[in-house]
């Protein structure tokens, strides 16, 4: 009988710390006439398709005025944002936005208005590096990292989950629920590794209201640095590394390691492997779901749902 590795699609190997992305472009035409191109990215997972911008787009009331209105595409009629517009660029003639990105994640489908679309890309995480502080400035703190492709130019991978939260359309679900909020008689000590500074602060805010710790990393590799310096912690005070922490919970993409790869690491180790972990990301895909199944992650939670979240972190944290 083959094992599952040898039988598992190509597609859902993991541990090889690496993604496909999207390259695709926005024209800006400087205060000198000239155009630049930005050299922009999305990963491959969160994307459903890319079309012609529709000619039917419909302006509805109370939006952001980043987003040009309202499309149906296929059978959903979801949000078409305007990037031009979210990035306060002026766009050359002739340049206006002629495709759509049509991306699925945190439950939501939405439409992002480009100029081009390039190709796609197979790169290593490990190739993803902090953007320069100029670039991250110039928009506003939502580029999530920077690749180097050809002629030294680069390539910015954009946060999207922070571009609709300044837009006020990232939805927490079941944030009121009382019920499930102060059940738990257990306080837990949580690991959070996320990129995203608004994921974290959404993670923060539903588990510290119920008295749970939390910690906070933003790559594997900053996970892994924290959890070798919490052991030496532990060694030191003679207790074991789950009175430290008790349950983990890992974005899948992350620069430097994933969390894919980092879940593979943990899981190997014979230390690390007692603490709980949970895969926690804006993908709901077969797929990713797949993954995290193969990587022994203890289990899988779509971003932002307050009653998902507290259940698994009551289900699977260690009870001290």
């Given at each position: 009988m083959k094992n599952s590795k040898e039988v598992l699609p190509k597609i859902l190997e993991t541990g090889a710390n690496e993604l496909e992305i999207i390259d695709f472009r926005m024209y800006e035409e400087l205060e000198d006439g000239s155009v630049?191109?930005?050299?922009?990215?999305?990963?491959?997972?969160?994307?459903?398709?890319?079309i012609q911008k529709p000619d039917n787009i419909y302006k509805t009331p109370g939006l952001?005025?980043?987003?040009?209105?309202?499309?149906?595409?296929?059978?959903?009629?979801?949000?078409?944002?305007?990037l031009a517009s979210w990035m306060k660029i002026k766009e050359p003639q002739g340049k206006s936005g002629k495709y759509v990105i049509v991306m699925e994640f945190l439950r939501e489908i939405i439409g992002i208005v480009i100029h081009d679309a390039k190709r796609i890309r197979r790169i290593k995480w490990t190739d993803i590096n902090k953007p320069p502080a100029s670039i991250d400035e110039k928009l506003g703190g939502k580029v999530v990292g920077v690749i180097e492709v050809e002629e030294g130019k680069l390539l910015l991978l954009l946060d999207f989950e922070g571009i609709l939260d300044e837009l006020g359309m990232i939805k927490v679900f079941n944030v009121d629920d009382s019920e499930e909020i102060g059940r738990s008689e257990h306080k837990y000590n949580v690991l959070v590794l996320d990129d995203s500074p608004v994921a974290r602060k959404i993670i923060r805010q539903i588990l510290e209201k119920e008295g749970h710790k939390i910690f906070e990393v933003q790559s594997g590799l900053e996970g892994l640095d924290f959890l070798n310096q919490t052991l030496i912690e532990a060694q030191k005070e003679g207790v074991d590394i789950t009175d430290k922490i008790q349950l983990i919970i890992s974005d899948i993409e992350m620069p430097g390691m994933?969390?894919?790869?980092?879940?593979?690491?943990?899981?190997?180790?014979?230390?690390?492997?007692?603490?709980?972990?949970?895969?926690?990301?804006?993908?709901?895909?077969?797929?990713?779901?797949?993954?995290?199944?193969?990587?022994?992650?203890?289990?899988?939670?779509?971003?932002?749902?307050?009653k998902d979240l507290l259940h698994i972190v009551h289900e699977y944290a260690i009870k001290k």
């Open positions: 630049y191109e930005w050299i922009l990215g999305v990963n491959v997972a969160k994307v459903k398709e890319v952001p005025e980043q987003v040009e209105g309202v499309a149906k595409i296929r059978e959903n009629v979801i949000p078409i944002v305007n994933d969390g894919l790869t980092f879940t593979k690491k943990i899981k190997e180790d014979p230390i690390f492997s007692k603490i709980p972990v949970v895969i926690n990301t804006s993908l709901s895909d077969k797929a990713t779901v797949d993954k995290a199944k193969f990587v022994k992650a203890d289990a899988h939670l779509v971003k932002f749902d307050t």
